[in-house]
């Protein structure tokens, strides 16, 4: 807001309150729907003065072709001074993370509520694919698509093609703007190369939203309640003794969160200590005090400098932050908890043998009533999807043992909707069938707990090596190059940003990711990784960015999605009380006709009454800021709207 005041902005106001006529020319930043220009329309033609002396309008997006009819006929045209679409239907939350923040979009692609309804499926992958056309022009970018196959998921999964068919749409999307802006004879570069567009589906890695990953940004925002990945409350001393609660803003203007996010903890600890000795070295006046052998060192040593203020309050934000990580690990007892998930998500043991007692180990940490359910179920996911699928005797085995509660359940069978198998017969594929897993080499191995590389970087370096099957990822159009292919590279580029390598031109065209159904933090450090290690820019986003908590919560209710809207998790759940022996038998998850239980059609049991009843959404509003779908309506890129000449230099 104060950025905006300091233009010479005299007033902002929301659109939808009651406002006073004001003897001024109107900004309206708006989303591209029907109520949205209606009532810009109204303040100009429903009173006999109008409330402004004119209008300027610019749109997050295109709209639909009825509702840019509808501004141009009504609007009085001598009081619509300009008109423009910025293409930002999208939250650049760090810079090389993009999401549209529509957790929502979960639900209306996977819940089997949901996406049997073709109106409600079809529609978010429309509103996603026009977000995605405003990434692509924001970035000056229109680029070569690949998408996920899925050829080796399990043949019963439904969902297979979403990947394809959001892809076609994309390029449909992108052949229209390009289509448009050469009418209007936008000019064309041909130097650099075409980038390339990933689209993803979530099964592209199950074990990464729900393994505990100890960097930095992902450890604490699994751990700690950090609000939407960016606001931290902490315990702040003061220099007489006193402690207060303050809030933090974890993002790019923090240059300690910037240079640490991606390490690993140890690591993190270590520079945190080294530079803070290394700043009461260079200080004069600090050099007879001892340096800081821990964090609690540090800390009551930053609370005797009340002269270094700015200072001591960035390293105390981190300083909890750590703390708080490392009070949970030993808690958790996630030193032990790691292990398991390594072995089960690489599949090999930290001395590169095949695991054989895993469900030994994972037993005593089942009984075990300081550990958190959430962690047990997290385990209990990733022992399922490395065996694919285990026997029924199995199953009520560690349920007994880990005495989660029936959503918890729930969120494990719901795998199902995700292409994992559940149960495993006799006859069923066995976890030595598995597409073998790439064993950390080299460079990789850094920590035992951290042994698991996610997919995504074994899909990008082998794009960048030029060996990624293509039979796996294909093609949207044939990616032969030639002029032909660097001129249409070069249709969006007449804007073309450098968000990051800044002063020096990155070696390879730009790859761009979008990961449907959310994604992690450990994928995003992966992007940032590829980009230092290759000098290649990887952009990478979706719908929105995932925690194993709001995972799991998520899967828990997909079969009765909710209807409100998205608000994080506020604090991690507490851990599981001592119990007395158990009485519940779930041996009551029978496949009896009588039973208030019925099965899944690959083996999970879910209470019949529970889930009965089909979740509704409103047929509006699909994400901040009204972006409404219109099925009837083709929408713009079959209009052509060979008379909007805001498409010759779009700029966000």
């Not at 600890?269 to 070295?281: A, C, E, G, R, Y």
């Not at 020096?504 to 994928?523: C, D, H, L, M």
């Not at 952009?539 to 929105?544: A, L, P, Q």
């Amino acid at each position: 807001m104060f950025d905006i005041l300091e233009e010479k902005v005299t007033l902002v106001e929301q659109l939808e309150k009651t406002r006073q006529t004001y003897p001024l020319e109107a900004v309206y930043i708006i989303t591209p729907s029907q109520e949205s220009v209606s009532k810009v329309i109204e303040d100009f033609t429903k009173q006999s003065t109008p409330l402004y002396t004119g209008a300027h309008v610019f749109l997050t997006s295109p709209p639909e072709h009825s509702v840019y009819q509808m501004l141009m006929k009504s609007m009085p045209s001598n009081l619509l001074k300009d008109y423009k679409e910025l293409f930002i239907e999208f939250h650049a939350r760090e810079a090389q993370v993009y999401s549209f923040e529509s957790p929502n979009s979960f639900f209306r692609l996977y819940s089997p509520v949901e996406n049997s309804v073709n109106a409600v499926f079809d529609g978010e992958l429309k509103k996603l694919a026009k977000q995605l056309l405003s990434v692509c022009v924001s970035l000056g970018e229109n680029p070569l698509i690949r998408y996920q196959k899925g050829a080796d998921l399990d043949p019963d999964y439904t969902n297979k093609s979403l990947p394809f068919k959001l892809a076609q749409l994309v390029q449909n999307e992108l052949d229209s703007y390009t289509r448009i802006r050469r009418q209007h004879g936008a000019p064309l570069e041909t130097q650099h190369k075409r980038s390339v567009l990933f689209i993803l589906d979530r099964t592209v890695d199950m074990y990464t939203p729900v393994l505990h990953e100890f960097t930095y940004q992902a450890m604490a925002n699994d751990l700690l309640p950090i609000e939407n990945g960016q606001k931290y409350t902490y315990s702040y001393a003061d220099e007489d003794g006193s402690s207060a609660n303050k809030e933090a803003l974890l993002d790019e203007t923090d240059s300690i969160w910037v240079s640490i996010r991606h390490k690993h903890m140890k690591d993190c600890i270590d520079q945190l200590m080294t530079d803070f000795n290394k700043f009461l070295v260079e200080n004069a006046g600090f050099n007879d005090r001892d340096k800081a052998a821990n964090l609690n060192d540090i800390k009551k040593m930053l609370a005797t400098l009340p002269q270094f203020q700015t200072m001591k309050e960035k390293y105390s934000v981190h300083l909890n932050i750590a703390q708080e990580c490392m009070s949970v690990f030993d808690k958790e007892k996630l030193a032990e908890v790691a292990t398991v998930e390594q072995n089960c998500a690489t599949g090999f043991t930290s001395d590169s043998h095949h695991p054989k007692t895993l469900m030994d180990d994972m037993i005593p940490i089942l009984d075990n009533p300081v550990i958190s359910s959430s962690t047990k179920v997290r385990m209990l996911m990733l022992y399922i999807m490395y065996k694919r699928g285990i026997s029924e005797e199995d199953r009520l085995k560690l349920l007994n043992h880990a005495r989660i509660s029936l959503p918890e359940n729930e969120a494990i069978n719901n795998l199902e909707f995700f292409g994992e198998k559940l149960i495993r017969t006799k006859s069923g594929p066995s976890v030595m069938k598995k597409k073998k897993y790439r064993q950390p080499q080299g460079d990789d191995i850094h920590y035992e707990f951290s042994r698991y590389i996610p997919r995504l970087k074994n899909v990008l370096e082998s794009h960048i090596n030029k060996n990624l099957d293509n039979a796996a990822y294909p093609y949207t159009k044939d990616p032969a190059g030639g002029s032909d292919g660097n001129k249409a590279a070069s249709d969006l580029r007449s804007a073309r940003p450098t968000w990051f390598l800044k002063g020096q031109e990155a070696k390879n065209p730009r790859i761009i990711v979008f990961i449907t159904g959310g994604v992690t933090y450990s994928e995003l450090r992966t992007a940032y990784e590829i980009t230092t290690k290759h000098r290649q820019d990887i952009i990478i986003g979706s719908t929105h960015i995932l925690t194993p908590q709001k995972f799991v919560e998520d899967l828990s209710v997909l079969r009765k999605p909710p209807t409100r809207s998205y608000s994080p998790p506020k604090q991690r759940p507490l851990p599981t009380p001592p119990k007395a022996p158990a009485t519940q038998n779930y041996n009551q998850y029978s496949k009896s006709p009588s039973s208030d239980y019925h099965q899944s059609h690959q083996g999970g049991y879910y209470p019949q009454n529970a889930y009965s009843q089909q979740g509704t959404y409103p047929s509006g509003n699909y994400q901040q800021g009204n972006y409404p779908y219109n099925q009837s309506n083709p929408g713009y890129q079959q209009q052509g709207y060979p008379t909007r000449p805001q498409y010759m230099n779009p700029k966000p």
